[in-house]
Every structure is written in C-alpha cells, then in structure tokens.
C-alpha cells in the first residue's frame, strides 16, 4: 500500500532567465511502513521534493497525496492541522524547544493539538531512543546525538503518517551519522512507520529499503 503518492510534480523559482526549476516533473510512490532514502548533489531538488510531500511548499504543478489526502485541495489552517497530525518533521538542526525539558519537547506537538500522550507508546519511544535519563534535563545539556535522538522521539510521539528527514547526520561525524541513521531505521521498524530521508551520504543511504537518486530537479535513471 502506498502512503505517498507524487504525479507530474514541479517546484520553480523565479521567473525568465532566473527562472530555477528546483523540482521538474518527478512522478513516484512511496510504501507505507518502508525507509525510503532519496539521494543527490546539492541543487538536485531534494528538500525542495521533501518539503512538497510535508506541506511546507505549495507546488508550480502536480499532485501530492499523502495518506489519502490531496494537499492541493488544503487551505492553509487546514495545511497546518495536516503537518500537526501527518507527519513528522526530523532536521538537522534538531529545532528543539531551548526553554523546554527534553520530555517537554518530545510531548510538544501533542500540546499543540490538544491530545494526550499515549504513555504506554511513550515509554516504548524513549526506551528504544535511550532517553529515560535525559527527560528533565534540558537541550543544551545534550550533545548533537542526544538531541537529535529527542528529536526522533518527538516527531514519533503523534504516530505520524509519515516522518520526513532532511540531512538528520549532516552535522555530524562518520560514527554518529551512523548511530542516528541506524536508530532512524530501528524506530521506523519497531514502531511500524513510514521514513522518508534525504542524504548526501550514499553510506548511510544503504541502510534504506529504497534508494530515489535526484539530478537536476528529476529522478535519475
């Protein structure tokens, strides 16, 4: 079954001569419950792609489908109650809370809709992320790996549809990356989640289940 669907997709910037066509014309579909990794050089289109399939960007052309919902037919509230409760957001930069304890950050998007947390899942999340000792302390009190392993955790915490990474190692040494792509893709498994992440690290990309390579705002064949 298929949980994302992209038709005749386009992103472009500018317009005449500086015109930039970050995105032209990609077509695919992703699985649900598989890590897909999406690959290319700087300028290929692929956070512009991931943006797309999280709603931050409304598309030049083309369809994006994500868990049955077309996101052209969203208003932006309704675009905003999508990302809430749709997908969850993995960056590089963490974008963790700096006022806020790690456990405050994980449960964060739960306060934002209202919901309460499943505690059962929650203890399942921060157990399998080694967080248990982390949870009153605060961001700056971790390292990037530890930070990044709470940011996991919070964008598991609403059991999105789909989680979207974009470059989550790319700040860190060879061994981390390693570390946090692994735990990426065993949280994904054990907790039965969709993963999409781009790279530019063809190392890590192969612990995917499906690698898209991107040139030039297209699929490379």
């Known amino acids: 079954m298929d949980i994302v669907t992209i038709h005749n997709l386009k992103k472009y910037f500018g317009r005449g001569a500086r015109q930039v066509k970050a995105v032209d014309g990609i077509s695919l579909s992703i699985e ?22 999280g709603g931050l960007y409304e598309p030049t052309e083309g369809t994006v489908i994500v868990d049955g919902v077309d996101l052209s037919g ?18 590089q930069d963490y974008n963790l809370v700096p006022e806020l304890t790690i456990k405050e950050n994980i449960l964060f998007p739960l306060g934002l809709d209202d919901s ?19 949870l009153e302390q605060y961001p700056y009190m971790l390292s990037g790996g530890g930070q990044q392993r709470a940011a996991i955790a919070r964008a598991l915490i609403t059991k999105p549809a789909v989680i979207l990474a974009d470059e989550p190692t790319g700040s860190f040494d060879a061994k981390t990356s390693q570390n946090v792509a ?40």
């Open 32 to 53: 649900k419950g598989k890590f897909t990794a999406i690959v290319g050089a700087s300028g290929s289109g692929k956070t512009t792609l991931l943006n797309m399939m």
């Open 74 to 91: 969203l208003t932006e509230e309704q675009l905003t109650v999508f990302r809430r409760r749709k997908v969850g957001f993995v960056f």
């Open 116 to 134: 309460q947390p499943d505690e059962v899942f929650f203890e399942e999340i921060i157990r399998a992320l080694g967080l248990r000792d982390k």
């Open 182 to 221: 692994g735990l990426l893709k065993m949280t994904t498994e054990a907790f039965h989640q969709t993963l999409i992440m781009i790279t530019h690290n063809l190392e890590l990309a192969q612990l995917a289940d499906r690698v898209i390579r991107l040139q030039d705002g297209r699929i490379a064949v």
